[in-house]
Each structure stands twice: as structure tokens, then as C-alpha cells.
């Protein structure tokens, strides 16, 4: 992702990797790009896309143990809402094919590997990095429509 301007607002967080802080997330984002005036898809689009980037820390960054979930959020003039969600879990061991559809470590089946597919879809640009053993970050780019437009 290219370089932005200095941000004219931002955020950083940590929480506890347990399910119920996913919801957590979804409103914390939601507040936070809430002076955008986001319509109701970009606002869901945004909610959905850090649903996501949490779950996967809290489902498979720990997996058997907990551990802390940093995200982090900015705003920038141009109506760019920058978000970084990212763990200090294994990591990734291929980024390339975990990021394939339908691709999941999930030996059970009941995960069905959307994950990242979801997150690209519903956001401008993803870019994941992970080291094994070390964690792994997923930022997020999106840009808002100007609501006067």
C-alpha cells in the first residue's frame, strides 16, 4: 500500500483473542469511521471485513490458548479508512495459499476458509504478512464515498 499523508484521526486497541470480543471490534470500527457518514453498505462492508480479520486471529492465531489481538484504525482527508488487525500467534506458513477461497486448516469442517476471500472483497486493498511462530498482520484499505456527492 502507498505511503498517505499524515491522518487526521487514529486509533490503536488490544483485547483478550475470545469470541465475544469479535462484536467488540465490529462496534469499535463502527464508531470509529462514524464522523464519515459511511452509507449502510460501506459501514457493513467495513464491520464484515474486521469481523473476519479478528475471528481468524482468535480462531487460528492461538489456536488452544489465548493471546492478545492488536487492531488499529486511520483516517485520512481523502475519506481512506486504513485498518491493521494483527496477532502474535504462529502465523501463516504459505500467506499465498491460506488466501486461496475455501483454503482452511479447520480439520473439523466447520470453517469454510472465506475468510480472506471476504476481506478483499469487501475492501479496496488487503495485503497480509505473517512470520511463523512470530504472527501475523492483515491491513485493510478502503475509501468512502463523499456523502454530498
Partial sequence: MK?????????SC?????????SF????????????????????DIRTAVSEAVTNCIVHAYRERSGLVYISAKLYSDRTVVIRVRDKGCGIPDVKTAMKPLYTTDKGGERGGMGFTIM????????VTSKEGKGTSVTMSKKLKDPHD
Fill in 14 to 22: 488490544e483485547f483478550m483473542s475470545r469470541s465475544v470480543n469479535e
Fill in 120 to 127: 478483499q472483497s469487501f475492501t479496496d486493498r488487503l495485503r
Fill in 3 to 11: 505511503k498517505r499523508k499524515t491522518p487526521e484521526n487514529e486509533f
Fill in 25 to 44: 471490534a465490529r462496534s469499535l470500527i463502527s464508531a470509529f469511521v462514524a464522523p464519515l457518514d459511511p452509507d449502510l453498505e460501506e459501514l457493513t
